[in-house]
């Protein structure tokens, strides 16, 4: 059996696995290949793969010869018909945006697992990769915050005068929210927490933070750690509650999404009209329609004097230990498929396996993309 691991388009840094994840899936007697220049930008360059025993092939190499096709953000359209027929694409495809891709896919004879569909259980942490990354997230969106903002973090006393705390507001209190938090304070900021789950309140207080609640919130529990859709009535007492707190606030950054539809708007035209000039917004959201009105993704919106940046990318910025915890999520599932005598072996009734797969044997096998088609 062959494994490939593909270069990522341009502006993703990180690679499916470095080279001693490579080497490590190598050991269960399959031969792993690299697309030239697939970790560079992890500072993972050819010869520390070859150093392993990885060889460094073309593109087109890979996608005709591999029979598992490791890609973050998979394959184009018009690749997918050279692969070899039953080649398993392994990433972070968010088929519940890409339906139509997906059938593509299925089309193509290929068998899909997207890893953002992980059940996201006890079993699969050491394999959950929207966790990993969201880490990283959190911590990165407070750093590019602060490199922004016009003013200090933390308090100083000086002869010339005193200068107050930064005040950071969080919006969402899930992987990237608490690093978030834990960030902010360490950098010396005042940090309030805004979350639709009652349940995260004692993680938000444990890390030193505020946590704002509102009454009449719908159930979360069984959402895998996303937001999910309120009534009315408890948006209209959320929109109440998070205005005033936006108002004070120096830093926010917002972190809210819905698995399968448009990210929920948090922030309204009327509360970024509220912020004093200066301020700093970071949506992490950005990909899937972010929490303010005026968010872009991989760009900086200037709204009233408020900066409203956008990126669902900031893993990407920190190529190297991204790719580390990635692959090693990665390597994990891949020893769920791949037996000792490197041979593959799809277990359905593994629920993790089951739960991971998109397409198989020309089908779309996942019910809820199946009714978005």
């Known amino acids: 059996m062959i494994a490939g691991i593909l270069k990522e388009p341009t502006g993703e840094n990180r690679v499916s696995l470095l080279p001693e994840q490579a080497e490590a899936l190598g050991k269960r007697n399959v031969e792993v290949r690299v697309e030239n220049g697939a970790g560079d930008a992890a500072f993972a360059g050819g010869a520390a793969y070859q150093a392993k025993g990885i060889s460094s092939c ?25 692969i070899k027929k039953g080649a398993i694409v392994l990433g972070v495809l968010q088929p519940l945006y890409a339906g139509a891709l997906m059938q593509q896919y299925a089309n193509a004879g290929a068998t899909v697992f997207s890893m953002d569909m992980l059940p996201r259980t006890s079993r699969a942490q050491s394999m959950d990769v929207l966790s990993s990354q969201a880490n990283i997230a959190g911590y990165k969106a407070v750093l590019t915050a602060a490199n922004h903002y016009g003013r200090y973090f933390p308090m100083f006393m000086t002869a010339a005068g005193s200068i107050a705390p930064a005040r950071v507001l969080i919006l969402g209190a899930g992987v990237a929210g608490l690093q978030a938090i834990a960030t902010a304070k360490r950098l010396g900021a005042v940090v309030e927490v805004f979350d639709t789950r009652p349940a995260v309140k004692e993680e938000v ?91 872009k993704n991989e760009a900086t919106i200037q709204y009233n004097g408020v900066s409203i940046i956008g990126n669902s990318g900031l893993p990407s910025s920190m190529s190297f230990d991204a790719s580390k915890l990635y692959g090693r999520n990665i390597l994990n599932f891949l020893y769920l498929l791949i037996d000792k005598e490197g041979k593959l072996n799809l277990d359905f009734d593994d629920d993790l396996v089951k739960g991971t797969c998109v397409v198989y044997n020309g089908e779309i096998v996942n019910e809820r993309i199946n009714n978005l088609i």
């Open 205 to 295: 207080m444990s890390l030193g933070a505020k946590f704002i609640e509102v009454e009449g919130v719908a159930d979360a529990s069984k959402a895998g750690g996303y937001a999910v859709d309120q009534s009315d009535e408890y948006k209209l007492k959320q929109q109440q509650k998070i205005a005033d707190h936006i108002a004070r606030a120096d830093i926010i950054i917002t972190t809210a999404q819905i698995p399968g539809k448009k990210a929920p708007l948090l922030i309204t035209e009327g509360m970024l009209k509220t912020m004093r000039n200066g301020s700093v917004i970071v949506d992490i959201a950005a990909a899937t329609g972010g929490n303010t009105p005026f968010t």
């Open 58 to 82: 073309t593109r087109n190499e890979l996608l005709t010869q591999c029979d598992i096709i490791l890609a973050i953000h998979g394959i184009g359209p018009e690749e997918m018909n050279i």
